[in-house]
């Protein structure tokens, strides 16, 4: 940073209108490498406010644009590649046009992209973006067809020079048919059916680059064709064209890409549990990205590493526990350390994410549980046994959820529901919030108008905190303070930030009211609450996300894990 602090400091103190904007280019040029882009659009807008009234600041426009679709920041972006389509129209550059229309289409898959990172979005909102995305790339495929057309039948170009511009058309014109091909597989990523419509294009475009040899533009298809035949599970064919891309990668130089390419194959291995390849292919990548001084990949690889060895230690723990249960198979059915030891088998298999194999140990183990409960004689292991089924069905309904069975899902969802209504509790409530985030994910699968993770979370969450009050008014405090921890884990799911911060305000008001109860509580309740109110209170953002992501019990998109005390 000490050079960029330099020029930043010479900015500042130069008087020189021509001192200041060569600093000031300076300061852009090194952030924009460092990657500090929030600096770089801060420095290109004093850079633009030190040009001449009569110079071109299309330049400036277009890298503030990009700049700020680095950020995240879309429609700022837009606002900026409308004011280059603007004097693209006013000096009639076709040229510059087209080139815009791609960046905008960018500008628009990024935003989907995003979007699908965030818990709360508007589902037809990102629709009409990933349409946006694709109409810009077109416009812009359209004008490069055209042309190389032009380019072909005009005779007045020197063969040097029209061969020149037609392989720089042919270079954009795969990099549009690439971004196309990409816009499919945002969309893969909501709609499984898509994967086969992102693989056609993708093998279009290869075809088109193979005529132009375009090898870079060739290797980025093979690598986003085995990421779909990855998500699909065809390990060997993905394996393949992953292949290929790393022959690509190394005929190019292009160390980054290789030691993303080493990644994924380790990645591919480890979801086929191959462990010694996944392994093999992890340290090949840690060695040339060590070699180059790549740390952002170094951190990366350690991560999978680590990775790794949690998970071949998890196996060995699978194994000695599956050994445990099969020791005691000739107990009689009622021993209740039998099925504490089976529920420790399940929960390690749903921490392994080893779906098939979860929802046969659960089908298997229910219908025996449910025998030994009919039969125990003593009451305080029936109802151990009852928890323990209970947490049985719970893992089978999210284990459901998160193999996308939807329908098996929602019927779970809805027994448990229903098999939990006379003991309204914590994780009652918790699994109708997980039930709506399952409705939404069923509602934005269909393409049906609405906000993800809003109609019907929206609807649960707010009802649980009416229920919150009403149970305060019935002096139940500890249910009402259970309500309310469920609202503030909850947050995020439904509410904007600036929203989410006045409600978590408003809900800690209300916990704050509830501790002055506490006289009403017992001891262990009052130490339970005094903890959660105090990690909420005092946590910054960073702890309170952490706290959120231990204590719920599921997101979409991955199991959270925890354990019962029997």
Do not use: W
Not at 61 to 69: A, G, I, N
Not at 267 to 293: G, I, M, P, V
């Amino acid at each position: 940073m000490s050079s960029l602090n330099h020029h930043i400091k010479q900015f500042e103190i130069s008087n020189q209108a021509s001192e200041k904007i060569y600093q000031c280019k300076k300061v852009i040029e090194i952030s924009q490498q460092k990657q500090l882009y929030d600096i770089e659009s801060k420095y290109l807008i004093k850079l633009l406010k030190l040009q001449p009234e009569n110079t071109n600041k299309i330049n400036i426009f277009k890298q503030l644009s990009d700049s700020y679709r680095k950020q995240n920041k879309f429609q700022i972006s837009l606002q900026y590649s409308q004011k280059c389509i603007e004097l693209a129209e006013l000096s009639k550059d076709i040229k510059l046009k087209q080139q815009i229309y791609s960046h905008n289409g960018l500008i628009y898959s990024d935003k989907c992209d995003h979007m699908l990172e965030q818990s709360n979005y508007d589902s037809q909102e990102f629709h009409q973006q990933l349409k946006m995305a694709q109409q810009q790339f077109r416009q812009s495929l359209k004008i490069v067809e055209q042309l190389i057309i032009q380019i072909q039948n005009n005779q007045k170009f020197r063969q040097e020079a029209q061969n020149l511009q037609l392989q720089e058309l042919n270079q954009e014109k795969s990099n549009l048919l690439l971004n196309i091909a990409n816009t499919y597989f945002i969309q893969s990523k909501l709609d499984p059916d898509f994967y086969e419509v992102a693989k056609q294009n993708y093998l279009e475009t290869i075809n088109f680059t193979k005529k132009t040899q375009n090898k870079s533009i060739e290797g980025k298809c093979y690598f986003q064709i085995a990421e779909i035949l990855f998500l699909q599970k065809k390990f060997d064919d993905a394996f393949k064209f992953y292949k290929k891309d790393l022959q690509i990668c190394q005929s190019q130089d292009d160390i980054e890409g290789y030691i993303s390419t080493l990644q994924s194959i380790g990645k591919l291995f480890f979801s086929k549990r191959d462990y010694d390849n996944s392994l093999q292919y992890f340290q090949l990548a840690k060695k040339k990205a060590n070699q180059y001084q790549l740390s952002k990949y170094v951190q990366l690889i350690d991560d999978n590493l680590q990775n790794l060895e949690q998970e071949m230690l998890l196996r060995q723990e699978v194994k000695l526990i599956q050994k445990e249960v099969e020791n005691k198979e000739n107990l009689k059915q009622t021993d209740l350390k039998y099925y504490q030891t089976v529920l420790k088998l399940i929960q390690k298999r749903e921490e392994l994410e080893d779906f098939d194999i979860l929802l046969k140990l659960c089908e298997q183990y229910q219908k025996k549980i449910l025998k030994s409960i009919q039969y125990e004689q003593n009451s305080s292991n029936q109802s151990k046994l009852q928890q323990i089924y209970q947490e049985i069905l719970i893992i089978e309904a999210y284990c459901l959820k998160s193999s996308k069975k939807f329908v098996e899902a929602q019927e779970k969802f809805e027994n448990l529901i229903d098999y939990l209504s006379d003991n309204k509790n914590y994780e009652y409530y918790s699994l109708k919030i997980d039930y709506a985030s399952l409705l939404d994910e069923i509602h934005l699968k269909n393409q049906n108008v609405g906000n993800q993770n809003s109609k019907y979370n929206f609807d649960f969450i707010e009802n649980i905190y009416i229920t919150a009050i009403n149970e305060i008014e019935k002096s139940n405090f500890h249910n009402s303070f259970n309500l309310y921890i469920i609202c503030l884990k909850n947050l995020e799911i439904i509410y904007s930030e600036n929203s989410k911060k006045s409600k978590q305000k408003e809900i800690l008001q209300k916990l704050k009211q509830i501790k002055k109860s506490q006289n009403k509580l017992n001891q262990q309740q009052n130490q339970s609450q005094d903890l959660l109110l105090s990690d909420y209170e005092s946590a910054s953002d960073s702890e309170q996300e952490l706290i959120k992501q231990l204590t719920r019990r599921a997101s979409p998109d991955k199991l959270q894990f925890r354990q019962i005390q029997l």
